[in-house]
């Protein structure tokens, strides 16, 4: 039974910080040969979900879901009406998000997307956040000077476009469709996703067209 | 709580450090211990506000300077030892010194290969009726409480507007807690200006995922 108290589970880190080495990769090591000998871990999943997060899950999940958004009108309205039904669609592996809201960019609103209190991301559509994203700085500077944040990306606003920034303080999971570039016209559902970074789906960059420069 | 980890609107902080941005993993470690996390077997009364509140009650020092992953180790030997799944002993000896919990079994890797995997679901549809409709103007609370919340500090006291109604959901004060109560949750909308003294003539705005009672009618 958990204890489900606070001042016990500081005090126990306290204990853990005295008995344990502080070098992570053995006290992980360590943890898993004992999760292992208990019973309570199998090996073989860890190396598989390991392989699926390096290999299979990650941002090109969510830029196949803005690339069928941009081609498909109909699929782009059920994306906006219920991210977690049109995502739902795709059949993606890995971590299901209870559920997922797609915010949109629009020529007069930007949206940017952070988590101030921990590190919520949409996992099935991006895989695993990049480290800035869970760390202090962008969390304490997301909400409080997104324009400051955003520059340092290389991505300077048109004066009159407004940042809407999305704090993920419950299970909802949110992910910015970006603009479609101009001079895409040409191009089918695959060679747009592959326009689609995952910064631009968090709302740190912006889409570039083909041969546009790139994002810094 | 108020904590190390309610970092929304902190100031004092500086550049964005984006090296290494394109690796899921830095270091193989990194990779087990977000793996075991999804693997492992719980005891039935884990949740998800359980883990983050560990989380937030580690060491101020470590959850300011620790990488993240590391934190994640702490706060599950943290977990584990609370509720006896393990000893410190036994996390020092790497082995086990004793008889191991009867837990349901965990997860192999045919369980991961090729299918969705879906925790725990926070969603509870039919649990309540929201007392708020969309455009409703509502003022956060003021006053926080020392266990776990997801209402951050820059909100408390702060106006805003109802802009979606996202159903019930589990309350994660509580769900920390170990009790399940559902409640409406809804995205609402803060004008910057409202949010911070320096931002009188911003346009922008913050949105936030709120549980009915973070909220009162204004």
């Known amino acids: 039974m958990a204890s489900f108290d606070g001042k016990r589970l500081s005090g126990i880190q306290r204990q853990l910080h005295s008995h344990l080495p502080s070098d992570p990769a053995l006290r992980v090591k360590s943890l898993e040969s004992l999760l292992v000998d208990k019973g309570y871990l199998d090996s073989g999943a860890v190396d598989a979900w390991v392989e699926i997060y390096s290999e299979q899950v990650g941002p090109k999940n969510g830029a196949a879901v803005v690339a069928r958004a941009w081609c498909d009108p109909a699929f782009k309205a059920r994306l906006l009406a219920d991210g977690t039904a049109a995502v739902a669609e795709f059949d993606f592996v890995g971590r299901h ?120 | 709580m108020d904590g190390m980890h309610d970092l929304g609107g902190a100031e004092g902080f500086g550049p964005i450090d984006r090296s290494h941005e394109d690796e899921p993993f830095h270091e193989a470690w990194e990779g087990r211990m977000f793996a075991m996390a999804a693997a492992m077997a719980r005891p039935a009364d884990w949740t998800i506000d359980w883990f983050r509140y560990a989380r937030e009650c580690a060491r101020p020092i470590d959850y300011m300077t620790l990488g993240y992953f590391d934190q994640w180790a702490k706060a599950y030997e943290t977990l584990w030892v609370d509720c006896g799944l393990l000893t410190i002993g036994e996390l020092e000896a790497g082995k086990s010194l004793r008889p191991a919990q009867p837990l349901a079994p965990p997860l192999r890797a045919e369980d991961i290969r090729g299918k969705a995997h879906h925790p725990p679901n926070p969603l509870r549809p039919d649990a309540a009726k929201p007392a708020f409709a969309t455009g409703a103007a509502v003022r956060c609370k003021t006053s926080g409480h020392s266990g776990h919340t997801r209402l951050p500090s820059y909100a408390r006291g702060k106006p805003g507007v109802i802009q979606a109604y996202y159903g019930p959901q589990l309350l994660p004060d509580a769900a920390a807690a170990g009790q399940e109560r559902a409640e409406p949750l809804y995205s609402v909308l803060f004008k910057a200006r409202h949010l911070w003294p320096e931002a009188t003539a911003s346009e922008d705005e913050v949105c936030l995922d709120l549980w009915e009672s973070y909220l009162e009618p204004v």
């Open chain 1, 97 to 216: 998000n209870a559920k997922i809201v797609a915010v949109e960019n629009k020529p007069e609103v930007h949206n940017l997307v952070v988590c101030t209190l921990c590190s919520c991301y949409p996992l099935a559509l991006l895989g695993v956040p990049p480290t800035w994203y869970k760390a202090n700085e962008y969390r304490a500077r997301a909400v409080r000077e997104p324009r400051a944040v955003l520059a340092e990306f290389c991505v300077v606003l048109p004066p009159g476009v407004k940042v809407r920034v999305w704090d993920s303080t419950s299970e909802a999971r949110y992910f910015v469709l970006p603009q479609r570039p101009d001079g895409t016209e040409d191009l089918d559902e695959a060679a747009l996703a592959a326009l689609v970074t995952r910064n631009a789906m968090i709302g740190t960059a912006l889409v570039q067209a083909p041969g546009e420069e790139k994002e810094a």
